[in-house]
């Protein structure tokens, strides 16, 4: 079956620092990869998706490159702001739908 | 256009009680699905459904877990006789369509145990 597995957390980093959050899986077929991010007491929310290797997905300054020969798609930000903490969570869906199989999540705390 | 409303918010059951846990999906969407969120775990799934009619549910539990949703009203995901592992907080999600549809989730239900 599927799976996911992120780094795991906490990320702790000060303002307009780089980040790096690590995601591999493995897949039968060809899966779409997708971030979500889990602000505090809120739901889910699609940062970005990439549904074909080699595929960039970017949004709100993050981006991740679908990288089928490493089976990766490590999410990556220049310059991060205190709000961006929450949890960032790496997802891929089956072939014929649209259930998830998510990462563990990986909490990103950014200082001023 | 209101997003997926989930109610209650927060839900507390005495071990042996039920929890009945709502779900309102998006306006014009008739896929929904359940995933659950352990402490410090990432979402499981849990099942798909579509008006009336249960598509997958892989990721239930075989006792005490069961869910629906009708054709008027909410998505109920129904929990017989808690027990403290159920603690956990409950996230639905809907779809307009069942195969490369952008998911969106609700805020989701606390459920804890005592």
């Known amino acids: 079956g599927n799976s996911v597995t992120q780094m795991e957390g906490p990320v702790t980093l000060s303002e307009e620092a780089f980040l790096t959050i690590n995601c591999t899986y493995t897949?039968?077929?060809?899966?779409?990869l997708f971030w979500y991010v889990q602000y505090p007491g809120e739901g889910l929310q699609l940062l970005l998706k990439a549904t074909k290797a080699d595929d960039k997905g970017s949004n709100k300054g993050f981006e991740a490159t679908y990288r089928k020969e490493t089976t990766s798609f490590h999410l990556e930000k220049g310059s991060v702001q205190v709000s961006d903490s929450a949890v960032y969570f790496c997802a891929i869906n089956n072939n014929a739908g649209n259930m998830l199989t998510f990462g563990g999540g990986t909490r990103l705390m950014v200082k001023p | 256009n209101a997003g997926v409303m989930q109610n209650p918010r927060h839900l507390v059951r005495r071990r042996g009680q039920e929890a009945r846990l709502r779900c309102s999906p998006m306006k014009g969407h008739s896929h929904v699905y359940w995933y659950r969120q352990l402490p410090e775990e990432g979402l499981k799934f849990m099942v798909y459904l579509q008006k009336e009619n249960i598509i997958d549910e892989s990721g239930m539990p075989k006792e005490r877990f069961s869910a629906e949703f009708p054709k008027e009203g909410p998505s109920i995901l129904r929990i017989q006789q808690v027990v403290r592992g159920d603690s956990a907080a409950y996230f639905c999600a809907s779809s307009r369509g069942g195969s490369n549809e952008k998911l969106f989730f609700g805020s989701g239900t606390q459920l804890s145990v005592l």
């Open positions: 897949a039968t077929g060809y899966p779409s």
